[in-house]
């Protein structure tokens, strides 16, 4: 199976911060990478896929980047909503697995 | 707009059955791959399984091979899990999903708001 790590685990960050968070996949992955907004109680929510194409709907400060093993999500500022847990996920090879996750908070 | 409501979570004793359903409205349903994604309390999304649009192709994560069952009706717009031989690791909370279309359906794309399962005695 293809193992996902995130970094950080936590962000400490203020609103119009520009956050950066990296995901590594034991193997690569090519494109095949998505990450996901989880607020408690609430749906979860597909930012990007396929490494850097924006879901219909998401705010263009949020943006997607790398290829193979290495990726990140950028918020370009940091809006009160943000505030959340973001994943990433493979999608190359079953079966699918995420990242532990990354915890944004004030 | 689209809605994805799962239904069925309950408290069930270990090694005891559940089944989970998921209705669809506002998709064509027959056209999406559909996925199982769960969260144990407190800790991060789990894969758990995929059905092809047609249902003629089925994976499953490692922790739930050969005990829970993915299905679905087209004709009710409805995806199932079946759950055998339930454990306490299996108490999470269970988002069924849509895959978006223009990626094989293997991005998650609409997520319900998921539907409890606590395995206790």
């Known amino acids: 199976d293809i193992q996902m790590t995130q970094s950080p685990s936590f962000v400490s960050a203020s609103v119009g911060d520009r956050v950066t968070i990296t995901c590594r996949a034991s193997q690569g992955v090519k494109n095949w990478l998505a990450w996901y907004q989880v607020k408690p109680g609430k749906a979860p929510r597909l930012l990007i896929y396929a490494a850097s194409s924006l879901q219909s709907g998401v705010p263009s400060r949020f943006s997607g980047s790398g290829y193979g093993t290495d990726f990140s999500l950028t918020i370009s500022s940091l809006r009160p909503e943000d505030f959340a847990t973001y994943y990433c996920q493979q999608a190359t090879s079953f079966p699918f697995t995420f990242g532990p996750g990354t915890k944004v908070e004030i | 707009q689209v809605q994805l409501v799962e239904s069925g979570g309950d408290v069930v004793q270990p090694g005891r059955s559940l089944r989970l359903s998921c209705t669809a409205s506002?998709?064509?349903?027959?056209?999406?791959?559909m996925h199982w994604v769960r969260q144990a309390p407190g800790k991060g999304l789990e894969w758990v399984a995929i059905?092809?649009?047609?249902?003629?192709?089925?994976y499953y994560g490692d922790s739930v091979r050969g005990r829970f069952t993915i299905s679905r009706d087209n004709s009710k717009n409805t995806l199932s899990l079946q759950m055998n031989d339930v454990r306490a690791e299996d108490t999470a909370l269970y988002f069924c999903?849509?895959?978006?279309?223009?990626?094989?359906?293997?991005?998650?794309?609409?997520w319900g708001q998921g539907t409890l399962v606590t395995v206790s005695s």
């Open positions: 059905i092809w649009f047609d249902g003629t192709i089925k």
């Open positions: 506002g998709i064509i349903f027959g056209d999406y791959a």
């Open positions: 999903a849509s895959g978006l279309p223009n990626y094989e359906g293997y991005f998650l794309d609409f």
